[in-house]
């Protein structure tokens, strides 16, 4: 009942999409995946780690026909466009494969073994439909909010000391090789989180079930609560109100090499195509959630989450994609978000009710402020600097020491008696 009432809530939320869409004249999430069955995709990764969580449901052997069938299918497609002149990307394999797997559950399939398929089905569709909702998403913020907060947002950014700034002429001293590599880091984030949900999921064939939390709901909901704050706090980025890429919507070219003034921050009107993504930060919200998420796994996937955010925290400023800002509210959001959905699944209690409610007045706080305080913020950064540290430091603490307690206690064996002892 529950993966019913949830499919079917996705498939109009998709729906309603769709039709906002076409209302602004562009394809909406559902065309933009249907065409990718015969079209180029987008992003193959992420159609390959989709069809990988996928087969965390079946066996090993019908893992490698799957993974066969799919590489199989990418190859007769790069062939035919490459001598039809076409771009080249693969990727349809994997999605063919994994609606093909739907179609056998429906058919081939029945009671417990057609809704474990279908869940698996389900889990890889979501990764690519997140994706394409996500893209819609930002479109209808670009169409819908034609003010932006930016000056508000950069202003209380003095309080941290610009650090969008400063990371940028980091990242422009590293040269093309740096950038190339930051970029990549940027654009799979989902195909990071991918990897990390294999692991968690990797004992699903074999106990017949999903577990209770895994990296991939917290990845979706933060996907569907994100953009909904956009429509609260639209903000575009340093890159495009105080950097070229505004064009002449810019207020001055500044980024990165001089922070903006110090002024009476107003509402600015902006561009109808610029997505307004950046409060707060989703991008280090995944990352966030990776992170956390690879801390139960081995040592190459605890280095490897590590590196992400790192690697996505460098990207998101030295881009001048998001202020500073943005990140102390995307690690509130993200933690508050991850605390709600374990609580949810190991049961909820005080401790759940204090985390969650602590991490939702945090944020609040934090947007209340970058929005009427802005000006103070940036008069007194020795004081609003280390306020908004802790503010974030605050939340990971408390869900630290939260989530610790829920974790279920080593039973130690009671000691021998004495007595025994002695006989032994």
């Given at each position: 009942?529950?993966?019913?009432?949830?499919?079917?809530?996705?498939?109009?939320?998709?729906?309603?999409?769709?039709?906002?869409?076409?209302?602004?004249?562009?394809?909406?999430?559902?065309?933009?995946?249907?065409?990718?069955?015969?079209?180029?995709?987008?992003?193959?990764?992420?159609?390959?780690?989709?069809?990988?969580?996928?087969?965390?449901?079946?066996?090993?052997?019908?893992?490698?026909?799957?993974?066969?069938?799919?590489?199989?299918?990418?190859?007769?497609?790069?062939?035919?466009?490459?001598?039809?002149?076409?771009?080249?990307?693969?990727?349809?394999?994997?999605?063919?494969?994994?609606?093909?797997?739907?179609?056998?559950?429906?058919?081939?399939?029945?009671?417990?073994?057609?809704l474990l398929l279908l869940k698996g089905v389900g889990l890889g569709l979501l990764l690519v439909a997140g994706r394409k909702t996500g893209d819609t998403w930002l479109l209808i913020t670009a169409k819908t909010r034609p003010m932006v907060l930016d000056q508000y947002v950069a202003l209380a950014d003095h309080a941290l000391g610009c650090p969008s700034w400063l990371m940028g002429r980091l990242v422009n001293a590293t040269g093309p090789i740096g950038s190339d590599i930051l970029n990549y880091v940027y654009i799979q984030l989902p195909v990071a989180a991918g990897l990390v949900a294999l692991y968690q999921l990797r004992n699903v064939a074999v106990e017949r079930r999903f577990p209770g939390h895994h990296l991939v709901r917290t990845f979706l909901v933060i996907g569907l609560l994100g953009p909904g704050i956009y429509m609260l706090f639209p903000v575009v980025g340093p890159i495009f109100v105080y950097g070229a890429d505004g064009g002449q919507w810019a207020l001055a070219n500044l980024w990165p090499h001089t922070p903006p003034p110090i002024q009476a921050p107003h509402h600015m009107l902006f561009d109808g195509l610029t997505p307004r993504n950046c409060m707060p930060s989703l991008h280090i919200a995944w990352a966030t959630t990776i992170f956390v998420h690879s801390r139960k796994g081995p040592r190459v996937l605890r280095y490897a989450g590590a590196f992400w955010l790192l690697a996505t925290l460098a990207a998101t400023l030295g881009f001048g994609y998001h202020y500073g800002t943005d990140i102390?509210?995307?690690?509130?959001?993200?933690?508050?978000?991850?605390?709600?959905?374990?609580?949810?699944?190991?049961?909820?209690?005080?401790?759940?009710?204090?985390?969650?409610?602590?991490?939702?007045?945090?944020?609040?706080?934090?947007?209340?402020?970058?929005?009427?305080?802005?000006?103070?913020?940036?008069?007194?950064?020795?004081?609003?600097?280390?306020?908004?540290?802790?503010?974030?430091?605050?939340?990971?603490?408390?869900?630290?020491?939260?989530?610790?307690?829920?974790?279920?206690?080593?039973?130690?064996?009671?000691?021998?008696?004495?007595?025994?002892l002695e006989l032994v």
């Open positions: 009942m529950l993966w019913t009432t949830a499919g079917v809530v996705t498939l109009a939320f998709l729906v309603a999409l769709e039709i906002t869409a076409r209302h602004y004249g562009v394809p909406g999430p559902i065309t933009n995946q249907a065409r990718e069955v015969v079209f180029a995709p987008k992003s193959g990764p992420l159609l390959y780690t989709s069809l990988g969580l996928m087969m965390v449901v079946l066996t090993w052997r019908q893992r490698f026909v799957a993974l066969g069938a799919a590489v199989g299918i990418d190859v007769v497609f790069c062939l035919v466009r490459l001598m039809a002149g076409a771009r080249m990307n693969f990727g349809n394999g994997a999605l063919w494969v994994l609606l093909g797997y739907a179609v056998i559950a429906l058919t081939r399939r029945t009671g417990r073994e057609r102390v509210a995307g690690v509130v959001f993200a933690l508050t978000v991850e605390g709600a959905l374990r609580a949810l699944a190991r049961g909820w209690d005080r401790s759940a009710t204090r985390l969650v409610a602590y991490g939702a007045t945090v944020f609040v706080a934090l947007l209340l402020a970058y929005r009427y305080l802005s000006m103070t913020m940036a008069e007194n950064p020795w004081v609003f600097g280390p306020l908004l540290i802790l503010a974030m430091t605050s939340m990971i603490y408390g869900y630290i020491r939260t989530t610790k307690g829920w974790e279920p206690k080593a039973t130690v064996p009671a000691q021998r008696s004495e007595r025994q």
